[in-house]
C-alpha cells in the first residue's frame, strides 16, 4: 500500500508559515496568538509539530518544477518533443528572455520557497522536545531536499543568491548572486551531511530521502561538474551497499501500480488520491501536451544491438519492428489506440493532434482512460533512479579510465534488465565509442523524464544539435544561442526588487 506524509499535516503546516512569516501594521494583532491558527510561541513543542514541519518541506516539491509537467517540458527543449507547458515551445525556438515567464519564473520561485521552508525548518528544529537521534536524521532529510532546491537552480540558472538561515526582513534578501561553485560547494557539503546521518535502507515507502538518495543525488551533482572520480565513487558507494537494483517492470515504474516497494526508485515526489493528486494522466492522455519527435524515436537500437542507420532488422515502412522495447514504453503514433489490460481497446481522445505524429507512452496509464476533468492521478514522478546510477558510474569512469570491464557491466544491466533485454555492447569499443553509447543510452532510458536537456548542455551539445531541428508542422528552425542560452535569465520581478542581483549575460 502506497504511504504518503499525510496532507492535512501540511495543509496545517502551510498555517504555521503564514501565521510566523505574515506581517501586520496592527500592533494589537501582534501581541496576542490567534485562536485559530498555531504560532510561532506554540509550536515546535512535539514530536507532531516536527513531523508536521517536515512534511511541509517535502510538499515543497509538489508543483510543477518537481513533477512530470516541467520535466517533460524540459525534454521539448532538449529537441526530444514539441509543444509542451510552461513556455517551453517559445524557448525552444530562441525566445528566452526575462520576462518570459513560464519555466523561467516557475523553477526560479519553486525552488526558492522550498529552500525557504527548509531553512526555515532547520532553524527551528533544535527547539523540539524530541531525541537528538531523531533531529538528526530529520536535519538529513532537509538538507537533502535543500540541496536538491539549489542544485536546480544552479543547473538552470549558474550562479544564484545564497541563503542558508532564514531571513529577518526583506533587506536580507537583497544580495547579489553567489557563484555557481560556491552554490555547488553548499550543495556538496549539504548532501555530505545528510549522507552521514540517513539511514542506510531501501527508499522509505514514506517517500522519505535515504542514505542512498544522497548519494544519487551527489553522483549527478559531480557528474555535471566533469568531477569524474567523485561522481564515480558516491555512484560505487550505491552499487556496493546493494541497497537498490533495477527494476524488472520497466513500463509500470511510471505507473502507481509499480511504484510501491520498487527497488530502482531512489526518490520521487510523492502523490496519493484523493488529497493530494495530480493531473498527469490528463495532461498526458487528454489535453496531449508533448508530442515525442521522429528524433527520439530514431535514437532507439533495434533488438541486434545496432543503431537502425546499422541494423539489417530495421524496416522503415513498420519502425516498431525489432526494436528496443524501450521504444514502445516511451511513444507511440498518435492514431494508434489503447489496449487495457482486459483487452478492451478504446481510441484516445486527445484535444488536439500531435504536431509531431507521436505521443508519449512513459507514464501514462491506458487503464485510467477514458480521462475527464474528474480523473485524479497519484503516479509518483521519479526524481532519482538507480539506472542512473549505473550510467553515472559508467561515463565518470570511462572518462577516467577507458571502457573498462566495470563500465561494461554497468551500461549492460540497465540494457539488459529483466523485461528489456537488449544485447551487451560489442567488446573492442573505444573510449570515444563508449563515450557515444553512454550517452545514447542516457537519451533512451530517461527520454521524456528531463535529464536530456541538463545532458546536452553539459557535454556542449545544444548548439550543434539544437540548431539542427526544425519543427514538423510549420518549419520554424530551433534556436539554442551558446552565448546566452547554456543559462536562463533571472526572472524580471526578480530583477526589479533585488538591485544587487546581476542579470546573465545575453539578456
Known amino acids: ?73 524540459l525534454d521539448v527543449l532538449a529537441g526530444e518533443a514539441s509543444n509542451g507547458s510552461g513556455n517551453a515551445q517559445n524557448m525552444a525556438l530562441g525566445l528566452v528572455e526575462s520576462t518570459s515567464g513560464g519555466l523561467i519564473s516557475s523553477v526560479y520561485n519553486d525552488c526558492y520557497r522550498g529552500i525557504a521552508s527548509c531553512n526555515f525548518f532547520l532553524a527551528n528544529i533544535d527547539n523540539t522536545p524530541i531525541p537528538t537521534s531523531t533531529i538528526d536524521v530529520y536535519k538529513a532529510e532537509v538538507l537533502f531536499l535543500r540541496a536538491l532546491f539549489y542544485f536546480t537552480l544552479t543547473d538552470y540558472y549558474g550562479g544564484v543568491p545564497l541563503y542558508t538561515e532564514t531571513l529577518e526582513n526583506i533587506g536580507e534578501a537583497k544580495v547579489a548572486q553567489s557563484s555557481k561553485e560556491e552554490v555547488i560547494a553548499q550543495v556538496i557539503a549539504d548532501l555530505d551531511l545528510a549522507i552521514t546521518n540517513l539511514p542506510n535502507t531501501d527508499y522509505s515507502s514514506a517517500g522519505h530521502a535515504v542514505k542512498g538518495s544522497a548519494l544519487a543525488l551527489k553522483s549527478r551533482v559531480l557528474l555535471y561538474q566533469g568531477d569524474w572520480s567523485g561522481a564515480a565513487a ?49 495532461r498526458i492522455e487528454w489535453h496531449g501536451v508533448w508530442n515525442p519527435r521522429e528524433e527520439l524515436r530514431d535514437a532507439f537500437e533495434c533488438t541486434d544491438g545496432l543503431s537502425i542507420s546499422e541494423s539489417p532488422l530495421y524496416d522503415p515502412a513498420n519502425y516498431k519492428l525489432n526494436r528496443d522495447p524501450r521504444l514502445e514504453y516511451t511513444l507511440k503514433p498518435f492514431d494508434d489506440p489503447a489496449v487495457k489490460a482486459s483487452g478492451e481497446i478504446l481510441p484516445y481522445a486527445y484535444n488536439n493532434p500531435s504536431v509531431t505524429g507521436y505521443m508519449p507512452t512513459k507514464g501514462a496509464d491506458v487503464e485510467a482512460l477514458p480521462v475527464d476533468y474528474a480523473t485524479r492521478s497519484e503516479h509518483d514522478w521519479i526524481l532519482l533512479r538507480y539506472a542512473e546510477v549505473l550510467l553515472n558510474f559508467a561515463e565518470a569512469t570511462n572518462e577516467i579510465s577507458g571502457p573498462t570491464t566495470e563500465v561494461y557491466d554497468a551500461v549492460n544491466a540497465v540494457r539488459g534488465r529483466t523485461g528489456i533485454g537488449m544485447p551487451p555492447l560489442p567488446d573492442g569499443l573505444s573510449k570515444d565509442e563508449m563515450r557515444a553509447r553512454i550517452w545514447n543510452e542516457r537519451r533512451v532510458e530517461f527520454a521524456m523524464e528531463g535529464l536530456r536537456y541538463s545532458d546536452i548542455r553539459r557535454w556542449k551539445l545544444a548548439e550543434t544539435y539544437i540548431n539542427t531541428l526544425v519543427e514538423p508542422n510549420s518549419g520554424t528552425p530551433r534556436v539554442f544561442n551558446p552565448t546566452k542560452h547554456y543559462l536562463w535569465p533571472f526572472p524580471q520581478s526578480e530583477m526589479d526588487v533585488n538591485p544587487n542581483l546581476q542579470q546573465n549575460p545575453g539578456y
Not at 242 to 261: C, E, T, W
Open 1 to 73: 500500500m502506497k504511504i504518503y506524509i499525510k496532507m492535512d499535516k501540511v495543509i496545517t503546516f502551510t498555517i504555521v508559515l503564514l501565521a510566523l512569516f505574515t506581517l501586520s501594521c496592527e500592533k494589537d494583532l501582534l501581541d496576542k496568538n490567534p485562536l485559530t491558527e498555531i504560532s510561532s510561541s506554540t509550536f515546535w513543542n512535539t514530536k507532531n509539530d516536527a513531523d508536521m514541519a517536515l512534511a511541509g518541506c517535502y510538499a515543497r516539491l509538489n508543483n510543477s518544477t518537481f513533477n512530470f509537467e516541467s520535466k517533460m517540458s
Open 234 to 282: 558516491a555512484a560505487n558507494q550505491v552499487m556496493t551497499e546493494g541497497k537498490f537494483s533495477l527494476s524488472d517492470d520497466f513500463q509500470n515504474m511510471f505507473l502507481v501500480y509499480g511504484q510501491d516497494a520498487n527497488p530502482e526508485i531512489m526518490f520521487s515526489t510523492r502523490y496519493l488520491n484523493p488529497d493530494n493528486s495530480n493531473q498527469q494522466d490528463i
